[in-house]
């Protein structure tokens, strides 16, 4: 009930290619889903994050596409840069309570020069 | 900028000695977390708190403890280190938004 799956787990993706990153939950009582960007020897960071009320939220070359229906969401890069290089974690997690993010494995993307 | 600094980079402790790490916060933030993350398993939740004295197990939370006196200071305890907690450790700070520091990778021998 709690889990978040994501995939696939590995992506490479040529430069200016788009990288397309998926994950499922199964709680439908999850109410923020925030994608977070990892570097080599770093802490994860915040990317880009939606709510249930709305299908899709672009930033710049990133977008999540949310489906309610199938509990699916998505993270698409337009244009991918090798600096876009890095592992992506996708997260759910439930409003006023303790906040607690579930996380998915991860994807690793390699963009090729 | 969220500050969210962890006490040690690299460390490399002896199987069955008692470590600490520390996360100290500079946002006034209630809540805080223990992440490690492995390979191919992501980011698992040790233990979080959500205020001083306050703290509740998260996903994985045996053979670690942790305390919080102060509200700016998380620390996790591993009481008597094994070779299965190698691994990556990650503080987080926030509410939704939760914000990581840049990790302590533990290597127990």
């Known amino acids: 009930q709690q889990q978040v799956k994501q995939s696939p787990q590995s992506l490479i993706v040529q430069k200016g290619g788009i990288s397309i990153i998926n994950c499922a939950y199964e709680n439908t009582a999850f109410d923020y889903f925030p994608w977070y960007q990892q570097f080599p020897g770093k802490g994860p960071a915040l990317l880009i994050a939606i709510r249930p009320d709305v299908s899709e939220k672009k930033e710049g070359r990133f977008t999540i596409s949310f489906n309610k229906s199938a509990k699916q969401f998505s993270l698409h890069i337009m244009d991918s840069q090798p600096g876009d290089s890095a592992t992506y974690f996708c997260a759910a997690s439930l409003s006023g309570g303790s906040e607690k993010l579930v996380f998915g494995k991860g994807t690793k993307l390699t963009v090729n020069p | 900028d969220v500050k969210v600094t962890q006490s040690s980079r690299y460390l490399v402790k002896r199987t069955g000695e008692k470590v600490f790490l520390e996360c100290v916060q500079d946002?006034?933030?209630?809540?805080m977390f223990w992440y490690r993350q492995d390979p191919g398993l992501g980011l698992r939740l040790i233990y979080f708190s959500y205020d001083v004295k306050m703290k509740e197990k998260g996903d994985i939370p045996e053979g670690y403890s942790v305390s919080r006196e102060k509200k700016e200071r998380f620390s996790l305890i591993l009481e008597s280190a094994s070779t299965n907690q190698t691994s990556m450790y990650l503080c987080?700070?926030?509410?939704?938004?939760?914000?990581f520091g840049p990790g302590t990778r533990l290597t127990v021998l």
């Open positions: 987080a700070t926030g509410r939704n938004t939760q914000y």
């Open positions: 946002m006034d933030h209630e809540n």
